[in-house]
């Protein structure tokens, strides 16, 4: 199956909570192309500004009787500097402990009494906040996301909890996590000035010294219908969606409109390598290289031809790494790409791996190494560039089965700045690589100067008072 | 619930909106409209047509679960995952690269009850023709190939070790030994490193021979075709598979005798807390008081009764639920949390307080009102997409459902008072007979974990219900 095109970044958010039992991620993504051959559906996406400055995309999708409403603020981790990194996170968590006017906890209980579903995630480029109800319930949700917007209450007693619950929230993703251990590591050392550095749910030592007002001055900084874009996508009619939201978001006083301070990487000159030791039993891989991002690459095209780089490698289980690093050499257990052209900032093209049995990390980094070599030195295959054209404009018919994920692609895409116009432009532009243009950016990207390398040294799990997790680093104890 | 009114006018609104919802939830939602019938090979199926969308869901299930693999644990989930991996004729390169070429995905997993295939591909003639004539292939005509056989046992001896990394995975396997002991649930569906190594073709053949025989398949179908495309599929899926009925039913499920306490020293900074017991069984008499309970104590996310005492008063967990897992002899009650170390025998204390007085005092009126709300309310988010109705679909058709289930539902649930889900829980949970395993690092403050757990202290109540757990859970799940 094909990785949805976002998957990279759905991966690398923090949610509010985990529902239980998981369920299975769904596809994202959306736009409106013409497929050939199949009707077209094309749906438009309509805009409107608020005088505050608040921007609002409806999508009309009239399958069923729902609605999503997803109000996406301009701030994450990449907005964060040293000393509050966490604070973006943390104040999401917050933002469900009331308002001037409701008590802790009551967003949800209403939300829940009108058989809503609802989340929040952080990401290093945006916070989002989200209402799945019945279609004819949007203005509850309407009416709960202004309220919160300009009023939390942000009270002292509930911090003090809340952190806790954070601080619990990064022991189970990050601290007990070997394989999570090493991406935090490898960004801490891959990236030298980058925001994109941080880990989204902070550093230890940020989160015991983070304090109510540090939430509170964050808060006023980036809450504000001018830094916000609200997301409708359902069985709703625009114009009613736009009056609805003049009703309760129109009130609000724009704020402050800030920018990030612009932290730029500056260019790498050389090869990075780490090793990060934790309790494992299976050692781990994980590869970076500094590539643009579609908001500064000097060739538009090129992002897009990282992309399609990706998914000659990555895009089910017809590419190349699991055709030829799985089942042809056996040498990988599993193996996979990602990069993700729709960043805020440029960061890197990621590869990851977990040797298959007897093969050593070395062997398979190796084995990686040269896959990248053949697509600097021979052309993608016709063949191969057809099939991933074919997913991209299947996926695309696929994607308009979740309301959610089309609003999530709308939202993502103006958060970060690139405007949600580009949906409709996607495929066609993916479409339109050439294999000369992946050749070009693997030789011009891919290179030993751009490229971070990170390894997970396992150690024993026997000790349980968790010292061994701090010895033997360079000792491959992968052997049971 | 609505604390310190200082504007009027948003109160006035939220009430007034919630008093809609009263009125909402007594008006009809049309259901899917399900048609069934049996292949000529005695195959059950059933279809929902959904024409608005150039797509179609097939899901194919099978009652070949880990509870069939007898002494060869993992024998039904390594049968599944090398369906795809070579079949009449054609190898795992060729199979991916049909289907990938047309834009289709292909799938199977297994779960204690089910081993099934799914697939997904637009209604475009091509595509359709070659996604179908592989789904009924991998599952007519497996080929169980020696030489990749041992590939994929490889690396599912590494997917096992990497899960003996994850204090949840170590956690979970052991809470399923200790609920079902000597019954076939008791085992991981992924087998362990010995039954795998163990595993011939032969036995996979032998499997396959037996389990995927026409008469012991569901086909589920949704999608962009009418009734006689959805017949021929039907047929077509099941003219060739082999010839075996249905298998006897699963032996019952034995009570546990007494409470069990397991410590599984982990050099986690976390311990991650499993409780359970035998619940209930898909069709079970106190289904849906149960279901309905359930969702007030720890099904509801955010609004549970487990959060709000674990979570939101006490900052103990950033994840806390409950819930049962019907299946077609009666699968689990699953509690979880997961804590600090230090901190482990007080969540566990809240967490038996909570859960002991829930079957005490059953819900309140007020948490039984909002749950109700809740579920009938968030009924249209639970069918909206093809993909949600398609795993509806493989359920009432698995396990014998009432074609109407759906249609009831909001019904049932309504109809419930809170004496019913009183008795319901006190009848059928009994937490003097627990199993519990605690995974962590063991401290002094938690060494007590290994001792009987009391349950006599009583904390104050508070909070209410929301947010369906996903109904079609049932079937889903297992290695994708």
Same mark, same amino acid.
């Given at each position: 199956?094909?990785?949805?095109?976002?998957?990279?970044?759905?991966? +690398?958010?923090?949610?509010?909570?985990?529902?239980?039992?998981?369920?299975?991620?769904?596809?994202?993504?959306?736009?409106?192309?013409?497929?050939?051959?199949?009707?077209? +559906?094309?749906?438009?996406?309509?805009?409107?500004?608020?005088?505050?400055?608040?921007?609002?995309?409806?999508?009309?999708?009239?399958?069923?009787?729902?609605?999503?409403?997803?109000?996406?603020?301009?701030?994450?981790?990449?907005?964060?500097?040293?000393?509050?990194?966490?604070?973006?996170?943390?104040?999401?968590?917050?933002?469900?402990?009331?308002?001037?006017? /409701?008590?802790?906890?009551?967003? +949800?209980?209403?939300?829940?009494?009108?058989?809503?579903?609802?989340?929040?995630?952080?990401?290093?480029?945006?916070?989002?906040?989200?209402?799945?109800?019945?279609?004819?319930?949007?203005?509850?949700?309407?009416?709960?996301?202004?309220?919160?917007?300009?009023?939390?209450?942000?009270?002292?007693?509930?911090?003090?909890?809340?952190?806790?619950?954070?601080?619990?929230?990064?022991?189970?993703?990050?601290?007990?996590?070997?394989?999570?251990?090493?991406?935090?590591?490898?960004?801490?050392?891959?990236?030298?000035?980058?925001?994109?550095?941080?880990?989204?749910?902070?550093?230890? $030592?940020?989160?015991?010294?983070?304090?109510?007002?540090?939430?509170?001055?964050?808060?006023?900084?980036?809450?504000?219908?001018?830094?916000?874009?609200?997301?409708?996508?359902?069985?709703?009619?625009?114009?009613?969606?736009?009056?609805?939201?003049?009703?309760?978001?129109?009130?609000?006083?724009?704020?402050?409109?800030?920018?990030?301070?612009?932290?730029?990487?500056?260019?790498?000159?050389?090869?990075?390598?780490?090793?990060?030791?934790?309790?494992?039993?299976?050692?781990?891989? /994980?590869?970076?290289?500094?590539?643009?991002?579609?908001?500064?690459?000097?060739?538009?095209?090129?992002?897009?031809?990282?992309?399609?780089?990706?998914?000659?490698?990555?895009?089910?289980?017809?590419?190349?790494?699991?055709?030829?690093?799985?089942?042809?050499?056996?040498?990988?257990? $599993?193996? $996979?790409?990602?990069?993700?052209?729709?960043?805020?900032?440029?960061?890197?093209?990621?590869?990851?791996?977990?040797?298959?049995?007897?093969?050593?990390?070395?062997?398979?980094?190796?084995?990686?190494?040269?896959?990248?070599?053949?697509?600097?030195?021979?052309?993608? $295959?016709?063949?191969?560039?057809?099939?991933?054209?074919?997913?991209?404009?299947?996926?695309?018919?696929?994607?308009?089965?979740?309301?959610?994920?089309?609003?999530?692609?709308?939202?993502?895409?103006?958060?970060?700045?690139?405007?949600?116009?580009?949906?409709?432009?996607?495929?066609?532009?993916?479409?339109?690589?050439?294999?000369?243009?992946?050749?070009?950016?693997?030789?011009?990207? /891919?290179?030993?100067?751009?490229?971070?390398?990170?390894?997970?040294?396992?150690?024993?799990?026997?000790? +349980?008072?968790?010292?061994?997790?701090?010895?033997?680093?360079?000792?491959?104890?992968?052997?049971? | 619930?609505?604390?310190?009114?200082?504007?009027?006018?948003?109160?006035?609104?939220?009430?007034?909106?919630?008093?809609?919802?009263?009125?909402?939830?007594?008006?009809?939602?049309?259901?899917?409209?399900?048609?069934?019938?049996?292949?000529?090979?005695?195959?059950?199926?059933?279809?929902?047509?959904?024409?608005?969308?150039?797509?179609?869901?097939?899901?194919?299930?099978?009652?070949?679960?880990?509870?069939?693999?007898?002494?060869?644990?993992?024998?039904?989930?390594?049968?599944?995952?090398?369906?795809?991996?070579?079949?009449?004729?054609?190898?795992?390169?060729?199979?991916?690269?049909?289907?990938?070429?047309?834009?289709?995905?292909?799938?199977?997993?297994?779960?204690?009850?089910?081993?099934?295939?799914?697939?997904?591909?637009?209604?475009?003639?091509?595509?359709?023709?070659?996604?179908?004539?592989?789904?009924?292939?991998?599952?007519?005509?497996?080929?169980?190939?020696?030489?990749?056989?041992?590939?994929?046992?490889?690396?599912?001896?590494?997917?096992?070790?990497?899960?003996?990394?994850?204090?949840?995975?170590?956690?979970?396997?052991?809470?399923?030994?200790?609920?079902?002991?000597?019954? %076939?649930?008791?085992?991981?569906?992924?087998?362990?490193?010995?039954?795998?190594?163990?595993?011939?073709?032969?036995?996979?053949?032998?499997?396959?021979?037996?389990?995927?025989?026409?008469?012991?398949?569901?086909?589920?179908?949704?999608?962009?075709?009418?009734?006689?495309?959805?017949?021929?599929?039907?047929?077509?899926?099941?003219?060739?598979?082999?010839?075996?009925?249905?298998? %006897?039913?699963?032996?019952?499920? %034995?009570?546990?005798?007494?409470?069990?306490?397991?410590?599984?020293?982990?050099?986690?900074?976390?311990?991650?807390?499993?409780?359970?017991? %035998?619940?209930?069984?898909?069709?079970?008499?106190?289904?849906?008081?149960?279901?309905?309970?359930?969702?007030?104590?720890?099904?509801?996310?955010?609004?549970?009764?487990?959060?709000?005492?674990?979570?939101?008063?006490?900052?103990?967990?950033?994840?806390?639920?409950?819930?049962?897992?019907?299946?077609?002899?009666?699968?689990?009650?699953?509690?979880?949390?997961?804590?600090?170390?230090?901190?482990?025998?007080?969540?566990?204390?809240?967490?038996?307080?909570?859960?002991?007085?829930?079957?005490?005092?059953?819900?309140?009126?007020?948490?039984?009102?909002?749950?109700?709300?809740?579920?009938?309310?968030?009924?249209?988010?639970?069918?909206?997409?093809?993909?949600?109705?398609?795993?509806?679909?493989?359920?009432?058709?698995?396990?014998?459902?009432?074609?109407?289930?759906?249609?009831?539902?909001?019904?049932?649930?309504?109809?419930?008072?809170?004496?019913?889900?009183?008795?319901?829980?006190?009848?059928?949970?009994?937490?003097?007979?627990?199993?519990?395993?605690?995974?962590?690092?063991?401290?002094?403050?938690?060494?007590?974990?290994?001792?009987?757990?009391?349950?006599?202290?009583?904390?104050?109540?508070?909070?209410?219900?929301?947010?369906?757990?996903?109904?079609?859970?049932?079937?889903?799940?297992?290695?994708?």
């Amino acid at each position: 199956m094909m990785k949805p095109l976002f998957a990279a970044a759905l991966a +690398s958010v923090v949610g509010l909570f985990a529902a239980q039992p998981l369920t299975a991620a769904e596809g994202d993504a959306d736009s409106q192309v013409e497929v050939a051959g199949l009707p077209s +559906s094309a749906v438009k996406v309509r805009e409107h500004r608020l005088d505050n400055g608040l921007k609002i995309l409806v999508k009309r999708d009239d399958r069923a009787p729902i609605v999503t409403s997803q109000v996406w603020y301009k701030v994450g981790s990449s907005y964060e500097h040293g000393g509050i990194t966490g604070v973006s996170h943390a104040l999401e968590h917050m933002m469900f402990k009331g308002t001037e006017r /409701l008590e802790p906890g009551q967003f +949800s209980r209403i939300i829940a009494e009108n058989g809503g579903d609802e989340n929040a995630f952080t990401g290093r480029d945006y916070t989002a906040y989200f209402q799945t109800l019945a279609a004819d319930r949007l203005e509850v949700a309407f009416e709960l996301e202004a309220d919160r917007m300009r009023n939390l209450a942000l009270p002292a007693d509930e911090f003090a909890k809340e952190i806790e619950v954070v601080k619990e929230e990064r022991r189970l993703r990050t601290d007990d996590d070997p394989e999570a251990l090493v991406f935090e590591q490898f960004n801490a050392t891959a990236y030298a000035a980058s925001p994109y550095r941080h880990p989204i749910i902070g550093w230890q $030592s940020d989160l015991d010294v983070m304090d109510v007002e540090t939430l509170r001055d964050w808060y006023r900084m980036w809450y504000a219908p001018n830094n916000a874009t609200l997301v409708v996508v359902g069985d709703v009619e625009p114009t009613e969606v736009f009056a609805l939201a003049e009703t309760h978001f129109g009130p609000l006083d724009a704020g402050p409109a800030l920018q990030p301070r612009p932290r730029a990487e500056p260019e790498q000159r050389g090869e990075k390598r780490l090793l990060v030791a934790a309790p494992a039993k299976e050692p781990y891989l /994980l590869m970076g290289w500094k590539t643009p991002a579609l908001i500064d690459a000097e060739q538009t095209w090129e992002p897009y031809a990282l992309e399609m780089l990706v998914s000659v490698l990555d895009a089910g289980s017809s590419s190349r790494f699991s055709r030829e690093l799985i089942r042809g050499d056996r040498l990988a257990a $599993s193996v $996979s790409a990602s990069y993700n052209a729709f960043n805020r900032l440029s960061g890197m093209l990621l590869i990851d791996a977990t040797p298959a049995k007897g093969v050593s990390v070395e062997a398979l980094e190796e084995a990686i190494l040269a896959q990248l070599e053949r697509l600097k030195s021979e052309l993608v $295959s016709e063949q191969e560039l057809t099939r991933i054209r074919t997913q991209l404009i299947a996926n695309k018919v696929y994607e308009r089965d979740s309301v959610f994920y089309q609003a999530l692609l709308l939202g993502q895409l103006e958060t970060v700045g690139l405007g949600w116009e580009l949906v409709d432009a996607l495929v066609e532009r993916l479409s339109a690589v050439t294999p000369e243009q992946i050749q070009t950016v693997a030789q011009r990207y /891919l290179t030993t100067e751009r490229q971070t390398v990170a390894l997970l040294v396992p150690q024993p799990l026997e000790a +349980s008072d968790g010292s061994a997790a701090t010895a033997m680093i360079g000792s491959n104890d992968d052997v049971r | 619930m609505f604390a310190k009114p200082t504007r009027p006018g948003l109160e006035r609104g939220l009430l007034l909106l919630i008093g809609l919802g009263m009125l909402w939830c007594q008006a009809a939602l049309a259901a899917p409209k399900i048609q069934t019938w049996q292949t000529a090979a005695g195959a059950k199926v059933l279809f929902v047509a959904a024409e608005e969308l150039p797509m179609v869901d097939v899901r194919v299930v099978f009652d070949a679960g880990s509870a069939r693999d007898g002494t060869q644990s993992g024998l039904a989930s390594l049968t599944s995952a090398m369906l795809t991996e070579g079949a009449a004729g054609l190898d795992a390169d060729a199979i991916a690269e049909r289907v990938e070429a047309v834009g289709a995905e292909l799938g199977t997993g297994t779960d204690r009850d089910t081993s099934f295939a799914r697939m997904r591909s637009l209604t475009e003639p091509e595509a359709f023709e070659t996604a179908l004539d592989t789904l009924t292939k991998i599952l007519s005509e497996p080929t169980f190939d020696p030489a990749e056989l041992e590939r994929v046992r490889q690396n599912r001896l590494t997917a096992l070790r990497l899960a003996e990394q994850d204090p949840g995975d170590v956690g979970q396997k052991a809470l399923y030994q200790a609920i079902f002991a000597d019954h %076939p649930y008791a085992s991981d569906p992924s087998g362990t490193a010995e039954s795998i190594a163990a595993l011939r073709a032969g036995d996979l053949r032998a499997f396959h021979r037996r389990y995927y025989g026409a008469g012991n398949a569901t086909i589920a179908i949704v999608g962009a075709l009418d009734r006689a495309q959805a017949e021929a599929l039907a047929t077509r899926l099941s003219a060739e598979l082999p010839s075996a009925g249905p298998p %006897p039913p699963l032996p019952p499920v %034995p009570a546990l005798a007494q409470a069990q306490v397991q410590q599984i020293a982990f050099p986690s900074s976390q311990t991650h807390l499993y409780l359970g017991q %035998p619940g209930m069984r898909r069709g079970d008499p106190d289904y849906f008081a149960l279901y309905l309970g359930n969702h007030i104590l720890g099904g509801s996310g955010l609004v549970s009764l487990l959060m709000e005492e674990v979570r939101e008063k006490r900052g103990l967990s950033y994840s806390v639920y409950s819930y049962f897992l019907p299946l077609a002899q009666p699968g689990p009650l699953l509690m979880g949390l997961q804590t600090q170390n230090a901190q482990a025998e007080a969540a566990q204390r809240v967490l038996l307080e909570t859960l002991t007085r829930f079957i005490e005092e059953g819900p309140t009126a007020e948490q039984l009102e909002a749950a109700v709300k809740n579920i009938t309310g968030g009924f249209p988010l639970r069918i909206a997409g093809n993909s949600k109705i398609v795993s509806y679909l493989a359920v009432i058709g698995f396990y014998d459902l009432p074609l109407d289930y759906l249609e009831v539902f909001p019904d049932r649930i309504r109809a419930l008072t809170a004496e019913e889900i009183r008795d319901a829980f006190k009848r059928r949970v009994d937490p003097s007979r627990l199993a519990q395993v605690a995974v962590g690092g063991v401290t002094e403050s938690n060494a007590s974990l290994t001792e009987p757990m009391k349950a006599d202290a009583l904390i104050e109540p508070e909070g209410d219900g929301s947010v369906a757990e996903p109904e079609g859970a049932g079937a889903a799940g297992g290695q994708g």
